[in-house]
Structure formats: C-alpha cells, structure tokens
C-alpha cells in the first residue's frame, strides 16, 4: 500500500549511493519514522552482483536511466551516453565497484571555500565509518563497516607490466590510493565481499529492510515537492501509475545524484528564476545555483593494440576459455568474473613540482568502442586517462515542466583552455609510459587515437574524438554560501526549511578520483548532522535570500 495519509519523519528521495546510507543510519532509531522512495525496482537481477556485470546493466533501461548528454561543442558535437542507476543502491548498483576517495586537498578545498566541517580531517571519519576493509583497519581505513573494500581477484600479465612501465616513468607502486598519498600505479581495490559487489543496497539496506519503521517503496518516481510557505511538508511521487502524497513532519532529504536532484527541484519551483518562467513554471524560490556547476572526468580512452595474445579480448574469443571463467567464479569467485571496471589504477603527476596527481588511468587489459559493447576482436588494451580536477563547468536544463522528461545535460567538455592543455599532455604522458621499456615489447600499434595525430592541435581533435565520460557527474546543487550555492555546509537547502541535499550533486569541486565513495561519506555525515540538527531544532536554515516566494 503506498505511503498515503501517514506522516514521516523523514523522507528519502531516493535509494541510491548516498540514500541508502541515509535509509540507515536515520531509521537506526525505532521511534522514528523514515520512508525511502525509489524510481527503480529492487536489485534482483543476478548481474547487478556479479562484479563483471556491470557490462550488462549500464546502457540496460531495466537498472540505468539511459541518458544523453545534448550535442557538445567540446567534443566536436558529439552526444555521449551517460548511464545513471535506475534500482536500489542507485549508481553503486551499476558502478564499476572501484574503491578510490580522493586527495586530502580536495576536501580542505572546500572547507577553504568557506564548508565548515568538510576538511579531509573532518571527513576521515565518515570514510573509515563506512568502510569494512579486507585488510583489517589502520589510521586511514576503517574495518567492520556497511561497504566492503576488498583486493582485486584477478591479476594479468599486462597489467603488470603496466605498473613496470609507470615505475619507469618515476611514478612509485603503490597497493593503496587511499592511504597517506595517492600518487602510484599499482591494482584498484573493489567495493566487493566475496567477489560479489558491495552496492549499498546490499551494505546499507539488507541490514535495515526487516525494520518496521523504515519503509521502501520502489518504482516510486518522485514528481515534486509540497511547500508551505517555504518550508517542505511533503512530496508528490507516481506509483502505479497513480499519484500519491507523503507528508513530513520532519526532513526531506533529496539524494538523487547530480542529474536528478536538480531536475527534481525544479519543477517544484526551486532553481533559476528566469529559466523556470520560461518553462511555465511558478516561482517558489529563486536559486540559480541548481543545475549549474556541472563537473565530470573526462576519459581519454587511449586503446594500443598488442602484440602478443595477453589481453582479455583474446580470452573471451574462445569458447573454451569463456566457459572456463564462468567455472572459476562459480567455484572461487575470481577471475575475470569478478573484475570492476579497471584493473590497474595509476595517479601522475605531469609536472614533477606538482604537490599531487593531476591526472588518473584506468588501466584495462581488454578494449571496447565503449562498455557494454562488446570487446574488439583483435588483441588490445584501453589507458584510459582523466584529468583529476578540471575546469569546465556544464549545466542541467529543464527541457519541460514535466517531471517525467528528461533534462537536458549540457557537460561542456573541454571548455577551458586548461582542459584543452591537458588533454594534450595526457595523450603524450600515455604514449610515453607504452614506449618505456617495460611495455614497449607488448606494442603493435596506437589504434586511439591513433598515430596520425602529431602536433598538439591533432592530439586535441584526437583527443575531442576518444573522450567519454567515466561517469562522476557532480556539483549541481553546490555546498556553500556565495550567490550560486544550493545547500549550506549542514546541507540544507538556502532558504527553504526542511530540506536537504545529501549525494554527489553537492560536492563544490569534483574530487580527484572515482565518486562513490565521496557520495557515500556525504550520505554518512549528512545523516549525522541531521540527527543532530534533530536534537538543537537546527533544521530550518536562515533565509539568505529575499525574493523567494510561497506558492
Ligand atoms: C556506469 C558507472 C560506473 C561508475 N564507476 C564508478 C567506480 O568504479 N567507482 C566510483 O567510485 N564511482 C563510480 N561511478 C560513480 C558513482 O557510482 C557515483 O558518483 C555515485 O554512485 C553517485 O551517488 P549518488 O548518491 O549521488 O547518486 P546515485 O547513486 O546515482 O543515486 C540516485 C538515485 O536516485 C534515484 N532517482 C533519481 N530520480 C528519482 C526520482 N525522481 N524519483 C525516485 N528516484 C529517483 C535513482 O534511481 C538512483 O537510485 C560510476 C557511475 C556509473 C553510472
């Protein structure tokens, strides 16, 4: 029976990364009532679990939301497909399980910005709260925790020899990318227990299904929000192709992720003024922060043909070697079975004055026009590289006042003359490490973006055709308190009352490296301050804006 004519004391949109954290650790209390609403269904299909999945529910409308960025000028007008997971655990459901959280910077960055308690010292401890590392905890990891960190199962020839070639280049090996430093080359670790993935679905919200005062609702998709004035007291969502009401007396909290959450706001009439009157949308309250600050890693996907059999293009060619990898992860869930989307992580530094990495590879001993496409049928390689920290700022549109459609996501890739600088030096950085000595026997040929680009202004159009995204949308509805920031440093929305934003959209600058785990710390320490905001009556923020109207 939908969540009708009940009120919460707090309400979840929606269960993915940071949601479910947040379904957790809120409803840990049986006095306190917490409804959790999800546009996707729950994570029954066998491949969300098996690691090597992950090919099969990206680009699947089944478990990814499927969408498309609009035609980017960065990338010679190319539109590229950005999944999105549409199921319980949300993009960690679908996710290429690489467990990375970031440098220190990153997080003192935004406590410079003015995000009182957001420094990497602040932050730590919701890293190592969540964490239940393999390898037992230490001052930087965390053991016992909802999300598993656990070794990689499957180790190749080629990817050893890739951490050679980056030694070579002076680039230490490294066996964790989030201990003291992350510069290094060496094997990802994987959210993964028992060579199945940890979503948190599975770490999250297995633990907490069987309480009775949290309640799921799943192919629940959120429409928008009821105010009073401006406070939020409940939301609209459809169901069964029927609309319902949620009333909250305490706490709505919109973890939708950087496409989502923006989109759901404004049709309820929170985001840019101008833009929403465009659309035929009443004012509530003006905030032209949301959709802004779009920020993604780039993925100069570099693919080198080799020049002996080693890679898993030429394993998954034969039958018998195929029916051999099903075995080994039936019986001891390894193998290419239980691989995340990468093997080998590598963090450089292109200039050796560099305090910390500038650029990340995704090492991968197979290739593929893109995932999910099937792997080419020659022997090949993806160095895949990303500038950590770039420049270009994109944007999330309402394409209508429906909340059903969807927005229109404009990246703008490559927009700065940064980005354009080190996309170039990327690409050289990766021809250097394949003519070290280590990997220079092991190849045939550059097949992307291939030898006839030569000077810088061919690497960039060679670079404009390889790039992709590796999925780390975030900063639409920014933390902070200057006049394009969405949510305050406690996460509230500015200037509407009982309303938050906890996931990945918050994040004012992309953090250096892979995103889930940033989101997922996001959800932990968001629900701690809500709790405690519980406890001081601190959940309505100041209204720091004036011209914000009821509806
Ligand atoms: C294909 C892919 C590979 C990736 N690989 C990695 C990786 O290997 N390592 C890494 O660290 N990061 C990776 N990422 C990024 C990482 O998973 C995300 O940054 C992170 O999951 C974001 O968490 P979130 O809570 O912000 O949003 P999400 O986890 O995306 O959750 C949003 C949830 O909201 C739901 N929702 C949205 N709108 C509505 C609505 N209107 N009504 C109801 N429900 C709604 C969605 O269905 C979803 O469940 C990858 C992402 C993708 C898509």
Same mark, same amino acid.
């Given at each position: 029976m939908p969540a009708e004519g009940q009120a919460f004391d707090y309400i979840i949109v929606d269960a993915g990364s940071a949601g479910c954290v947040l379904a957790n650790r809120l409803s840990a209390d049986p006095a306190t009532r917490v409804l959790l609403?999800?546009?996707?269904? +729950?994570?029954?299909? %066998?491949?969300?679990?098996?690691?090597?999945?992950?090919?099969?529910?990206?680009?699947? %409308?089944m478990t990814d939301w499927y969408y498309r960025t609009e035609a980017d000028p960065g990338l010679g007008s190319r539109s590229l497909q950005w999944p999105r997971g549409k199921v319980l655990g949300g993009s960690s459901s679908i996710n290429g399980l690489l467990y990375v959280r970031g440098q220190a910077q990153d997080f003192d960055q935004w406590r410079q910005m003015g995000n009182?308690?957001?420094?990497?010292?602040?932050?730590?401890?919701y890293f190592k709260r969540a964490e239940d590392q393999e390898r037992g905890a230490d001052a930087h990891h965390g053991a016992g925790g909802p999300l598993?960190?656990?070794?990689?199962?499957?180790? +190749?020839e080629i990817c050893d020899v890739v951490i050679d070639a980056a030694e070579e280049l002076g680039i230490p090996r490294s066996d964790d990318f989030n201990g003291i430093d992350q510069e290094g080359a060496g094997y990802f670790q994987l959210t993964a227990r028992n060579g199945l993935r940890c979503s948190t679905a599975v770490g999250y919200l297995r633990p907490a299904r069987a309480r009775r005062n949290l309640r799921i609702e799943t192919h629940a998709?959120?429409?928008?929000?009821?105010? #009073?004035?401006?406070?939020?007291?409940? =939301?609209?969502?459809? #169901?069964?192709?029927?609309?319902?009401?949620?009333?909250?007396?305490?706490?709505?909290?919109?973890?939708? @992720?950087?496409?989502?959450?923006?989109?759901? =706001?404004?049709?309820?009439?929170? @985001? %840019?003024?101008?833009? =929403?009157?465009?659309?035929?949308?009443?004012?509530a309250h003006d905030l032209p922060?949301?959709?802004?600050?779009?920020?993604?890693?780039? #993925?100069?996907?570099?693919?080198?043909?080799?020049?002996?059999?080693?890679?898993?293009?030429?394993? =998954?060619?034969?039958?018998?070697?195929?029916?051999?990898?099903?075995?080994?992860?039936a019986l001891a869930r390894k193998g290419p079975l239980s691989m995340g989307a990468s093997q080998v992580c590598i963090f450089a530094k292109t200039e050796a004055a560099l305090e910390t990495p500038d650029i990340q590879y995704h090492v991968?001993?197979?290739?593929?026009?893109?995932?999910?496409?099937?792997?080419?049928?020659?022997?090949?390689?993806?160095?895949?590289?990303?500038?950590?920290?770039?420049?270009?700022?994109?944007?999330?549109?309402?394409?209508?006042?429906?909340? @059903?459609?969807? %927005?229109?996501?404009?990246?703008?890739?490559?927009?700065?003359?940064?980005?354009r600088r080190m996309a170039v030096t990327a690409v050289k950085f990766t021809r250097r490490l394949t003519e070290t000595r280590a990997l220079a026997p092991y190849i045939a040929a550059e097949f992307r973006p291939g030898p006839q680009f030569v000077s810088d202004a061919e690497i960039l159009d060679g670079a404009r055709e390889v790039a992709q995204t590796i999925y780390h949308p975030v900063g639409t509805c920014k933390m902070g308190a200057d006049s394009q920031a969405v949510v305050d440093d406690r996460l509230r929305v500015h200037g509407i009352g009982g309303l938050r934003v906890?996931?990945?959209?918050?994040?004012?600058?992309?953090?250096?490296?892979?995103?889930?785990?940033?989101?997922?710390?996001?959800?932990?320490?968001?629900?701690?301050?809500?709790?405690?905001?519980?406890q001081t009556g601190a959940a309505v923020p100041e209204l720091r804006q004036a011209g914000g109207q009821a509806r």
């Amino acid at each position: 029976m939908p969540a009708e004519g009940q009120a919460f004391d707090y309400i979840i949109v929606d269960a993915g990364s940071a949601g479910c954290v947040l379904a957790n650790r809120l409803s840990a209390d049986p006095a306190t009532r917490v409804l959790l609403l999800e546009a996707g269904g +729950r994570d029954w299909n %066998p491949w969300i679990h098996i690691p090597v999945g992950y090919f099969k529910t990206i680009h699947n %409308p089944m478990t990814d939301w499927y969408y498309r960025t609009e035609a980017d000028p960065g990338l010679g007008s190319r539109s590229l497909q950005w999944p999105r997971g549409k199921v319980l655990g949300g993009s960690s459901s679908i996710n290429g399980l690489l467990y990375v959280r970031g440098q220190a910077q990153d997080f003192d960055q935004w406590r410079q910005m003015g995000n009182r308690g957001w420094g990497f010292e602040d932050v730590l401890p919701y890293f190592k709260r969540a964490e239940d590392q393999e390898r037992g905890a230490d001052a930087h990891h965390g053991a016992g925790g909802p999300l598993a960190v656990s070794d990689i199962r499957i180790r +190749r020839e080629i990817c050893d020899v890739v951490i050679d070639a980056a030694e070579e280049l002076g680039i230490p090996r490294s066996d964790d990318f989030n201990g003291i430093d992350q510069e290094g080359a060496g094997y990802f670790q994987l959210t993964a227990r028992n060579g199945l993935r940890c979503s948190t679905a599975v770490g999250y919200l297995r633990p907490a299904r069987a309480r009775r005062n949290l309640r799921i609702e799943t192919h629940a998709l959120v429409q928008r929000l009821v105010l #009073q004035g401006c406070q939020a007291t409940g =939301l609209i969502y459809e #169901q069964g192709g029927r609309e319902h009401a949620a009333q909250c007396r305490g706490e709505i909290i919109l973890a939708g @992720g950087a496409i989502n959450s923006p989109q759901f =706001l404004m049709p309820s009439g929170i @985001g %840019p003024q101008d833009h =929403l009157r465009e659309k035929g949308i009443a004012v509530a309250h003006d905030l032209p922060g949301i959709g802004a600050n779009l920020q993604d890693h780039l #993925q100069l996907r570099c693919v080198y043909k080799t020049s002996r059999p080693v890679t898993l293009n030429d394993a =998954l060619r034969n039958p018998l070697r195929r029916a051999a990898m099903g075995i080994e992860f039936a019986l001891a869930r390894k193998g290419p079975l239980s691989m995340g989307a990468s093997q080998v992580c590598i963090f450089a530094k292109t200039e050796a004055a560099l305090e910390t990495p500038d650029i990340q590879y995704h090492v991968q001993p197979w290739s593929a026009d893109s995932p999910g496409e099937g792997t080419h049928k020659f022997s090949a390689m993806a160095l895949s590289v990303c500038q950590l920290r770039p420049g270009s700022r994109g944007q999330i549109r309402l394409k209508s006042a429906n909340p @059903g459609e969807y %927005p229109a996501i404009h990246p703008r890739y490559l927009s700065t003359e940064l980005d354009r600088r080190m996309a170039v030096t990327a690409v050289k950085f990766t021809r250097r490490l394949t003519e070290t000595r280590a990997l220079a026997p092991y190849i045939a040929a550059e097949f992307r973006p291939g030898p006839q680009f030569v000077s810088d202004a061919e690497i960039l159009d060679g670079a404009r055709e390889v790039a992709q995204t590796i999925y780390h949308p975030v900063g639409t509805c920014k933390m902070g308190a200057d006049s394009q920031a969405v949510v305050d440093d406690r996460l509230r929305v500015h200037g509407i009352g009982g309303l938050r934003v906890a996931d990945a959209s918050i994040m004012p600058t992309i953090t250096s490296g892979n995103t889930n785990a940033p989101a997922i710390m996001i959800g932990e320490k968001a629900s701690d301050m809500i709790l405690e905001d519980a406890q001081t009556g601190a959940a309505v923020p100041e209204l720091r804006q004036a011209g914000g109207q009821a509806r």
